[in-house]
């Protein structure tokens, strides 16, 4: 029969190529925000966060702008390597708690 | 680096059998969380601690799934009796408040 589960986003990059990896949310009341990285086998590890008050951050390779307005977060990965390829997720939290709320995740294939 | 240890990193049994899956915290961090993964779900929060108090675990089971810290350095998550629907990679994850979670490999759970 059919199997029906989460049907992932997926990205695929030529090595060397930016990629760009998206996530919507719902809270306007949303004040921080994170990206995971996950590797096969492997627990997401942290990659870049934002605040509320900003609306773009950098890090090594990494960059994530936020837009409050569409509730719009994305995050890009410059001159991605094969050893980017894992599923991406997004987690928002809001100031009443520690509580984060995952995405679904996106998949990048990098192509050699 | 400081790193979220999960034991045992896999675990397969018969249902009915009770799993017990164990989590060290990073040393400092006053938050713990436990994080079920599979295909179909995603990753689903199921109870998380702040300073070893229960804040919420809503997400979980009652009926069968307990979570518990002894002492900071030690969450284990119970489960009484297993079935095969608990199949799963449970993580862990440790963090302070407004502060990134960081997580562990995950323990792989499979009940025949």
């Known amino acids: 029969g059919e199997s029906v589960g989460l049907h992932l986003p997926t990205l695929s990059v030529q090595e060397g190529d930016n990629s760009i990896i998206n996530c919507a949310y719902s809270n306007s009341a949303s004040d921080y925000f994170i990206w995971y990285k996950q590797e096969s086998g492997k627990g997401p590890q942290f990659i870049i966060d934002?605040?509320?008050?900003?609306d773009k951050r950098q890090g090594q390779r990494v960059t994530v702008l936020l837009n409050k307005t569409v509730k719009h977060l994305s995050l890009q990965i410059a001159a991605t390597q094969p050893g980017d390829s894992a599923v991406y997720f997004c987690a928002e939290n809001s100031n009443t708690g520690n509580q984060f709320y995952f995405g679904t995740g996106t998949s990048l294939t990098v192509i050699p | 680096d400081a790193r979220v240890t999960q034991t045992p990193r896999h675990k397969v049994t018969e249902m009915g059998q009770e799993v017990t899956m164990r989590c060290q915290p990073i040393?400092?961090?006053?938050?713990v969380f436990w994080y079920r993964q599979t295909m179909m779900q995603g990753l689903e929060l199921l109870a998380y601690?702040?300073?070893?108090?229960?804040?919420?675990d809503s997400g979980m089971p009652k009926d069968r799934f307990s979570a518990e810290m002894p002492d900071a350095t030690l969450a284990t998550l119970k489960i009484q009796p297993s079935e095969p629907r608990d199949s799963a990679v449970y993580f862990c994850?440790?963090?302070?408040?407004?502060?990134?979670?960081?997580f562990g490999d995950g323990t792989r759970l499979s009940i025949l």
């Open positions: 601690f702040r300073n070893r108090a229960p804040l919420d």
């Open positions: 994850a440790s963090g302070t408040v407004d502060q990134p979670q960081h």
């Open positions: 040393l400092g961090h006053n938050t």
């Open positions: 934002i605040r509320s008050n900003m």
